[in-house]
């Protein structure tokens, strides 16, 4: 091994604990970008082999009625490659020994043959007979979560007839990556599951023989989706067409993508804090041990060292930071994404794991480590290389104070001494100052990113479940029934008050831009489900009107008193020109209301509803279920309170990770730029240091002109990092935004204050470690030594 | 007549910081020649170092001409003075600028690395008498071992010149002796072109010339008749 490279180990080994304070920010930023890339590309992989295996279809279509012969014409569509009709249905089960109503979607098999779009995987046991009537296959989290066998039985309420189902297997598609009922706002597998039956048994059931009410296609590589849509829809709308729509509407897929989304998101914002800030304190250590080193450097540069070899000598030193910092990365990173493969575990169903981070996701994070790190260092790493020989071996000038305005204000307020030093000093390296205090302000910022998600997550809960969604439970009908169904549905055991609301698939266009989803019409003054706006104010649906959330008029174009066309679909296929008589702020989903009057007197038919919304007696919670077992036309029930309560405990526990994460990261970075500040500050000052101290200046007095100034830097810090907070805060809002939801910029004075409190408490404690140094400092020892 | 190894025309050297100009050599012109070991004497700022430094391929003269040799060092950029240092030339200085964090063996290391026929780090200490030493770190040796270190640092890649800066200015009489030992040593067994640079005048009787710098100009030079051998000179 060379002398240089040993020099360059033994600087690295005395240089430990500035060393590991940085390679932990950097290791943050390398497992943070492993993770979110690696977990994003392992996501997009899993998927899109799954979806390539087993058939996903492109464009899906639903109608209430069409024939089969129907299906010539569709798969004449241009872009078709292969169409599949199938017969889909809800319907409420008796699962034996769950006292809870619950529901099942029902679809029909693809036929012997194969060929089939959407091809399950059969997961245990065997697919259902393609002539059984009474045998069935059932999506494996399902059966998982109630405890069914291939071999058990359950019953099954199809079309108003209680039917025997026996269980032959249990299946996974790529349909149902993400399965999430009716009405429902996570995946409940104990209560809502997808049952396949053979295509003859369930037509004979729903009375779809020759028909279909669901095709599935595939189209080729160049295919047009938005034409291949509209015809789709052309061809649907006699038959009571709900409205065709690609992958980006299907639920499952949609909600996969918004996960990928987050972590896109998460890579490009958060890595590069890192990055950054491990750039600017690899230059800032650099520089001062490159200070010290003049003379070492003149030396080599005598001995006939090249700049070269000078130049790399020190870019290695960094390149072991950054060696140590991509380790360290890599270690918390594939611990984070095999957490975060578990947690998906929970809530995608893939039929395998292929949850491994790519090698390409090692590979970039540690190049970026090291590009970050050589960023940092090259500036001082040349001014090392460039250092003139003669030069290099004389001590440094010492730095150029200068009297300037701002030291006239500050003697004319009489400071102490100490005091001078520490502004003094500040002013005279504004731009390290102004750079340590960036460093600072950041980890602040992290802190307030981190409880603006769990605050918005709070008001979104507290919206969506205490204000808006105040009713036990849903019942879901299909199709709709008149509105003269909520007075049986009263006398249901245990019922407190029932109240009705229909959702109308529909298209709505306006000028050249258009957006199918449902409209939801209530009645005036109705109680358990409620429109409520950002502010928190209840909003009613104006007769005669729309209402429509701001992102959903946004992409729209809309502006209030414009008309609007609104296509409904369905039973009632109508093209009808609405006003747009407001807008509302909210979180979930496109929102589009109206008044329910209004909108049967528009269809021009008596009342009807899809949805009645319950308050329940809980005592009287298993009567109501056995009856609802028995009640023919149900689709669905939504127990709300049940998923109220799943959704804040998988909340909570996520926001409890996620803040401790945060916090963890807010701390590295604290102490990775005020334990280097501080100790850069210690060896440059120890000389001046040491000399107050034989001048008679005790302990404390001499460690408060080395703390003063950390801690006067990290105050300075804080309303930066409050600004920089509420501007990440802001970007993660806008970048999370999607379709399926919004979050909400709420900045609590409380999470201020909490980030400011972590970030002072852990700059504090940095600076008393070194302070620590200070007190065992030999003084006749630091006197001799020369600068 | 001995052969010239370093000769300087008019060299001048002006430092500039922008509001004050320094001159730290006015015109010098000197010969030094094979195998000699010269005394550069002269008070603080007289612009001893600032030659020396010229000499060594550390510093670009503002004016005139320096020549190794044949080889012009004025008209040689950083690349081709690294090259010069390399390979013809070896420093002591006065602060003994060691490498902390490396061992006796591995700071003459440093040099043998890079050069083209050097001795081994162990010869070259032994030619100091440190090779009971070679094991120590900087901050283990007393101040004379560590410019011991520093001469068999310079030494190690056999140069053919030796130009030392103030080699005892950091030392007592007694260490600075053993010091002085080793240059005369390597001077006479090795035959290597030797400059001591000093403001103290007692070690001048161990030159073959004395150079005195005053104001920066040379003064005069003068000739030892006969030389007096380091352990009987005392300050």
């Known amino acids: 091994m060379d002398a240089?490279?040993?020099?360059?180990?033994?600087?690295?080994?005395?240089?430990?604990?500035?060393?590991?304070?940085?390679?932990?920010?950097?290791?943050?930023?390398?497992?943070?970008?492993?993770?979110?890339?690696?977990?994003?590309?392992?996501?997009?992989?899993?998927?899109?082999?799954?979806?390539?295996?087993?058939?996903?279809?492109?464009?899906?279509g639903d109608a209430r009625r069409a024939p089969l012969s129907l299906m010539r014409d569709i798969r004449e569509i241009p872009g078709v490659r292969a169409a599949?009709?199938?017969?889909?249905?809800?319907?409420?089960?008796?699962?034996?020994?769950?006292?809870?109503?619950?529901?099942?979607?029902?679809?029909?098999?693809?036929?012997?043959?194969?060929?089939?779009?959407?091809?399950?995987?059969?997961?245990?046991?065997?697919?259902?007979?393609?002539?059984?009537?009474?045998?069935?296959?059932?999506?494996?989290?399902?059966?998982?979560?109630?405890?069914?066998?291939?071999?058990?039985?359950?019953?099954?309420?199809?079309?108003?007839?209680?039917?025997?189902?026996?269980?032959?297997?249990?299946?996974?598609?790529?349909?149902?990556?993400?399965?999430?009922?009716?009405?429902?706002?996570?995946?409940?597998?104990?209560?809502?599951?997808?049952?396949?039956m053979p295509r003859a048994a369930l037509a004979a059931a729903f009375d779809m023989e020759g028909a279909f009410n669901n095709v599935a296609l595939d189209l080729g590589p160049h295919s047009n989706e938005r034409a291949v849509i509209d015809r789709l829809n052309d061809l649907l709308d006699p038959y009571g067409g709900l409205g065709a729509y690609g992958r980006d509407k299907q639920v499952s897929h949609s909600f996969v993508d918004a996960e990928i989304t987050q972590l896109r998101?998460?890579?490009?914002?958060?890595?590069?804090?890192?990055?950054?800030?491990?750039?600017?304190?690899?230059?800032?250590?650099?520089?001062?041990?490159?200070?010290?080193?003049?003379?070492?450097?003149?030396?080599?540069?005598?001995?006939?060292?090249?700049?070269?070899?000078?130049?790399?000598?020190?870019?290695?030193?960094?390149?072991?930071?950054?060696?140590?910092?991509?380790?360290?990365?890599?270690?918390?990173?594939?611990?984070?994404?095999?957490?975060?493969?578990?947690?998906?575990?929970?809530?995608?169903?893939?039929?395998?794991?292929?949850?491994?981070v790519s090698y390409t996701a090692y590979a970039v994070s540690g190049a970026l480590a090291l590009l970050s790190a050589a960023a940092g260092a090259t500036r001082s790493a040349l001014r090392a290389a460039r250092m003139a020989p003669a030069v290099a071996m004389a001590p440094p000038a010492p730095p150029r104070f200068k009297r300037?305005?701002?030291?006239?204000?500050?003697?004319?307020?009489?400071?102490?001494?100490?005091?001078?030093?520490?502004?003094?000093?500040?002013?005279?390296?504004?731009?390290?100052?102004?750079?340590?205090?960036?460093?600072?302000?950041?980890?602040?910022?992290?802190?307030?990113?981190?409880?603006?998600?769990?605050?918005?997550?709070?008001?979104?809960?507290?919206?969506?479940?205490?204000?808006?969604?105040?009713?036990?439970?849903?019942?879901?009908?299909?199709?709709?029934?008149?509105?003269?169904?909520?007075?049986?549905?009263?006398?249901?055991?245990?019922?407190?008050?029932?109240?009705?609301?229909?959702?109308?698939?529909?298209?709505?266009?306006?000028?050249h831009l258009e957006k199918d989803t449902p409209i939801e019409a209530r009645r005036p003054g109705t109680d358990l489900s409620r429109i409520i706006d950002g502010a928190g104010r209840v909003v009613t649906a104006p007769p005669g009107g729309l209402l429509l959330s701001r992102r959903l008029a946004d992409q729209l174009e809309a502006r209030p008193g414009d008309v609007i066309e609104v296509e409904f679909m369905g039973a009632h296929n109508e093209t009808h020109a609405v006003r747009v008589a407001g807008?509302?702020?909210?979180?979930?989903?496109?929102?589009?209301?109206?008044?329910?009057?209004?909108?049967?007197?528009?269809?021009?038919?008596?009342?009807?509803?899809?949805?009645?919304?319950?308050?329940?007696?809980?005592?009287?919670?298993?009567?109501?279920?056995?009856?609802?077992?028995?009640?023919?036309?149900?689709?669905?029930?939504?127990?709300?309170?049940?998923?109220?309560?799943?959704?804040?405990?998988?909340i909570r526990e996520n926001v409890t990770i996620m803040t401790t994460v945060y916090i963890a990261i807010a701390v590295m970075i604290t102490v990775g730029v005020a334990y280097n500040g501080a100790r850069i500050q210690l060896s440059e000052r120890a000389r001046e240091l040491a000399s107050l101290r034989i001048l008679g200046f005790t302990r404390g007095e001499v460690s408060f002109i080395l703390v003063g100034e950390s801690m006067l830097i990290a105050v300075l810090a804080q309303p930066l990092g409050w600004l920089l907070g509420a501007a990440i805060s802001k970007a993660l809002a806008e970048g999370s935004s999607s379709d399926l939801y919004a979050i909400p910029l709420v900045l609590e004075p409380a999470g201020f204050a909490r980030a400011s409190l972590v970030v002072l408490g852990a700059a504090l404690a940095s600076a008393l470690i070194v302070r620590r140094r200070l007190d065992r400092l030999d003084l006749v020892d630091v006197m001799k030594t020369r600068e | 007549m001995p052969e010239?190894?370093?000769?300087?025309?008019?060299?001048?050297?002006?430092?500039?910081?922008?509001?004050?100009?320094?001159?730290?050599?006015?015109?010098?012109?000197?010969?030094?020649?094979?195998?000699?070991?010269?005394?550069?004497?002269?008070?603080?700022?007289?612009?001893?170092?600032?030659?020396?430094?010229?000499?060594?391929?550390?510093?670009?003269?503002?004016?005139?001409?320096?020549?190794?040799?044949?080889?012009e060092l004025t008209g040689l950029g950083d690349r081709g003075l690294t090259r010069y240092r390399r390979d013809h030339v070896g420093f002591v200085f006065q602060f003994y600028n060691l490498v902390a964090s490396l061992t006796a063996?591995?700071?003459?290391?440093?040099?043998?690395?890079?050069?083209?026929?050097?001795?081994?780090?162990?010869?070259?200490?032994?030619?100091?008498?440190?090779?009971?030493?070679?094991?120590?770190?900087?901050?283990e040796m007393s101040g004379g071992e560590q410019q011991r270190v520093a001469i068999a640092r310079a030494i190690a890649k056999r140069p053919e010149v030796l130009l030392c800066d103030e080699p005892t200015g950091a030392l007592d009489s007694q260490t600075g002796i053993q010091v002085l030992e080793a240059l005369k040593s390597v001077n006479d067994r090795l035959g290597t072109t030797t400059a001591v640079i000093t403001h103290n005048a007692a070690i001048r009787k161990m030159a073959h010339r004395v150079i005195r710098f005053r104001d920066g100009r040379i003064e005069r030079v003068e000739e030892n008749a006969t030389r007096v051998a380091p352990s009987e000179i005392s300050w």
């Open chain 1, 4 to 60: 240089l490279d040993r020099k360059l180990l033994r600087d690295f080994r005395r240089l430990w604990a500035q060393a590991l304070a940085i390679a932990l920010v950097l290791g943050c930023g390398v497992a943070i970008l492993m993770t979110s890339f690696g977990m994003q590309t392992a996501l997009e992989e899993t998927r899109a082999a799954y979806y390539e295996r087993n058939r996903f279809a492109d464009v899906f």
């Open chain 1, 84 to 196: 599949q009709a199938r017969v889909s249905e809800h319907a409420v089960l008796d699962i034996p020994g769950r006292m809870e109503t619950v529901t099942g979607r029902l679809l029909s098999l693809p036929g012997e043959g194969g060929g089939g779009l959407n091809v399950p995987v059969v997961r245990s046991g065997r697919l259902p007979a393609p002539g059984a009537a009474d045998e069935v296959a059932v999506n494996e989290p399902f059966a998982r979560a109630n405890g069914l066998q291939p071999g058990d039985s359950f019953a099954a309420n199809l079309n108003g007839r209680k039917r025997s189902l026996t269980l032959t297997g249990t299946l996974l598609s790529p349909e149902f990556i993400y399965t999430i009922g009716p009405g429902g706002m996570m995946p409940d597998n104990e209560t809502f599951g997808i049952l396949w």
């Open chain 1, 265 to 356: 998101t998460t890579a490009m914002i958060l890595p590069p804090v890192f990055f950054g800030i491990t750039a600017f304190l690899v230059g800032m250590v650099l520089g001062r041990i490159i200070a010290l080193e003049r003379s070492e450097i003149g030396l080599l540069k005598a001995i006939g060292y090249s700049d070269v070899e000078i130049c790399i000598h020190y870019l290695m030193l960094a390149g072991l930071i950054a060696v140590a910092g991509t380790l360290i990365g890599w270690t918390a990173g594939t611990w984070l994404s095999r957490e975060l493969a578990q947690l998906y575990a929970r809530f995608f169903d893939f039929p395998y794991l292929i949850y491994s």
């Open chain 1, 404 to 511: 300037t305005v701002l030291d006239r204000a500050l003697a004319a307020m009489r400071l102490s001494q100490p005091v001078m030093m520490i502004l003094r000093s500040l002013m005279r390296w504004p731009v390290r100052s102004a750079l340590t205090t960036l460093g600072l302000s950041l980890a602040v910022a992290v802190l307030v990113a981190s409880s603006f998600f769990s605050d918005a997550l709070d008001e979104i809960l507290d919206t969506a479940f205490h204000q808006a969604n105040r009713q036990d439970a849903m019942l879901m009908f299909t199709p709709d029934v008149p509105e003269t169904a909520l007075a049986r549905v009263a006398d249901l055991p245990g019922v407190l008050r029932a109240e009705g609301q229909q959702f109308h698939a529909a298209i709505l266009r306006h000028g």
């Open chain 1, 583 to 650: 807008l509302v702020t909210q979180y979930f989903g496109l929102g589009a209301y109206m008044d329910l009057g209004t909108l049967n007197r528009l269809l021009g038919q008596a009342p009807r509803i899809t949805t009645a919304n319950l308050l329940l007696d809980d005592t009287k919670l298993p009567a109501l279920h056995a009856e609802l077992k028995r009640t023919p036309k149900l689709s669905g029930l939504v127990m709300i309170d049940r998923m109220r309560r799943a959704f804040r405990d998988t």
């Open chain 2, 4 to 71: 010239t190894v370093f000769r300087t025309e008019g060299v001048t050297k002006v430092y500039d910081t922008g509001e004050v100009k320094v001159t730290a050599l006015a015109g010098v012109d000197l010969e030094l020649f094979a195998g000699e070991l010269a005394v550069l004497l002269g008070p603080s700022g007289s612009g001893k170092s600032t030659l020396l430094n010229i000499l060594g391929g550390l510093d670009h003269a503002t004016e005139g001409r320096v020549w190794f040799r044949d080889l």
């Open chain 2, 105 to 139: 063996r591995e700071n003459v290391q440093l040099v043998t690395d890079v050069a083209r026929d050097p001795m081994t780090p162990e010869a070259a200490l032994a030619e100091v008498g440190l090779d009971h030493r070679m094991d120590h770190f900087p901050a």
